[in-house]
């Protein structure tokens, strides 16, 4: 087992990073607050874990909420149904939340224990790569609005994230590639070694080699608990962690949540960053194809949806929650590695942009 | 025009008393944040004081939204109305929210603040008496569940809190009642000398006599003030300005919200708080009549619904946000003037208040 830290002062928490982790109580005690535990999930994790983690849980009062799966369902009314669940229970404000999925799941329940009660504990179990790698670290939490992604949250922390990599194995591979644009994405910004060695390792990460994703897990949180410690309310540098997320909220949103998984627009939205920082002269050409091909090679889409001309594009990315005095701020690259935040853009290279991602072009 | 200062760090923010402060843009500019402004008021409230105030910000982008007034509708359907009319409108994450109105229009807007794109600016402009001494102050935000009064919340401090006395001319009696319940808490928990100012002017307040009531904004205000400066997040002494508060809430909850209005359940709670703190000995029979008679003055309500019996006061107590390892957590009086927070009560003198205040005996 791995652990690693994210510091935060007294909101520090740590990240356990290893095998059958799921049914370790001793290791998740000591981060439960009160008597009480909600282990909230979703229909398609609680058949596959649910009974194992209730045992892990067994010496608490343990409820379990179980929700629909999809990102088309993380809102307000089915975080609602988490409320439910609470005060029926009578659940009191020395109590613990525990979520048990992916980032949809993660999101929703950080959601509902940053208001319940004004504020709760809660501890994330992280089921995909995408949530072991990047959602479930960090303390955003939120929910979805039809007109924009995330855009009803809060920064809430949690006690603890448990990283059970056994729980990849039941993932399917759309999954996989979804949470390894969210690796990429570390390469990418601040990381050119290990894009460097992602590119060598795709295959490996595509087949679970195990090493390559206990590897690819632990420096993915490292990096993202280094940028976290850094700037924890995104007041410069976390915002870096947003590559080709201005384009990838916009396919997500436009397109209705859950049609894109959330790995599959980012993975595109990068591809879309990389091709403008490039026609911006910032990047080269050599670097835009480093990065078509290892997003081709994770098996993501390379390609927008077909209706999203520049100005579908251009309604969603105005309500972004990066746009600062009517200007959108894109995460741009300078090179693999190297990423900078730029309101300064040419909006006729921007539709170029759009125009040469899209399906039938 | 008073200025008191809340006390918070870098959190810390001016509370605003006098008279025709709506139109005074000079005062309200530098707490501004951004080129955005919604202004969130009720049906009741705008067709008052919405054009004046839309004026004092006619230098930015303004936008309004306008909801029903009651607690009723304080709940997370009527907050995405909010949600709905900020993202209608493209507004960005430096934008700031004005909160027009009582206590409800307070709490939600603060609410909305806390968790657009989580976490915007937000000002204060409390119509009410009630917000005015209190539900402005302090940071608490949030919304009703139908089991559970503010269940659902935030902690989130204005830029600054504007309290207009002249908005208090339009108050109907009722409300104003309410508001001095508040008032008369500040005296009961911790200010003796203002609680035997206010037995001695009651009937001006009720005249609304502007000196009398600036005096008892002020000195409310500072209490309140002076709580919140030292235990923001409610930890420990804060939990005192909660008297009356746990039989309150019941009373709201289990009649429908907005039946009662929450300063009459408060009052009728504070009853029961000084009942039950002279039946555990702690308080002597000549204060407890001090309460009454106050409460009566105020023309509050004396006796809770005659529907509530003990085992539905303990149904809606014991989801209370005061309760903790299954006790509930009461405030209770030594003296006029000096509260506690004991979860040490007898179950049998509790039956014995809240069946001695039923509004059938």
């Known amino acids: 087992m791995q652990t690693l830290n994210v510091d935060l002062g007294e909101r520090s928490y740590p990240i356990f990073i290893g095998k059958d982790l799921l049914r370790q109580t001793e290791l998740i005690e000591p981060y439960v607050i009160g008597h009480q535990v909600m282990i909230v999930s979703n229909e398609t994790i609680a058949p596959l874990y649910l009974e194992k983690v209730k045992n892990t849980f067994s010496q608490y009062e343990v409820h379990t909420c179980i929700l629909p799966d999809g990102e088309q369902y993380k809102n307000l009314e089915v975080v609602n149904q988490i409320f439910d669940a609470l005060l029926t229970n009578r659940f009191e404000r020395k109590c613990t939340l525990v ?15 940053a208001t319940y009660q004004r504020g709760v504990a809660f501890i994330q179990i992280p089921t995909t790569l995408l949530a072991q790698v990047d959602s479930s670290v ?44 969210e690796v990429i994405k570390y390469g990418l910004i601040r990381d050119k070694e290990f894009f460097t060695w992602l590119e060598t390792n795709m295959q490996k990460l595509l087949a679970r080699d195990p090493a390559a994703l206990a590897y690819t897990i632990e420096r993915s949180c490292q990096n993202k608990a280094e940028v976290v410690a850094e700037d924890e309310k995104e007041g410069g540098v976390r915002a870096t962690l947003n590559l080709g997320h201005t384009f990838g909220h916009a396919i997500e949103a436009a397109t209705g ?13 990068m591809l879309m960053a990389g091709d403008l920082s490039c026609r911006m002269s910032m990047l080269t050409e050599a670097d835009v ?73």
Chains 1, 2 share one sequence.
């Open 99 to 113: 979520a048990l999925g992916g980032g949809v799941i993660g999101d929703m329940t950080g959601f509902a224990a």
């Open 138 to 181: 960090g303390g955003k939490t939120g929910v979805n609005h039809e007109l924009g992604k995330n855009m009803i949250g809060a920064f809430h922390q949690p006690q603890c994230v448990i990283a059970d990599t056994d729980t990849l194995d039941t993932l399917d591979d759309r999954q996989l590639s979804a949470g390894i644009a």
């Open 257 to 269: 949540y859950g049609n894109w998984l959330h790995g599959e627009a980012v993975g595109t939205g």
């Open 289 to 361: 194809h480093r990065i078509d091909n290892i997003i081709d090679a994770a098996q993501l889409p390379t390609r927008s949806p077909s209706k999203m001309d520049y100005d579908v594009f251009m309604k969603y990315m105005s309500v972004d929650k990066k746009v600062e005095a009517g200007a959108i701020r894109f995460v741009l690259l300078k090179a693999i590695g190297k990423s900078v935040i730029t309101s300064d853009y040419d909006p006729a290279l921007l539709r170029q942009t759009i125009t040469a991602h899209h399906a039938n072009t």
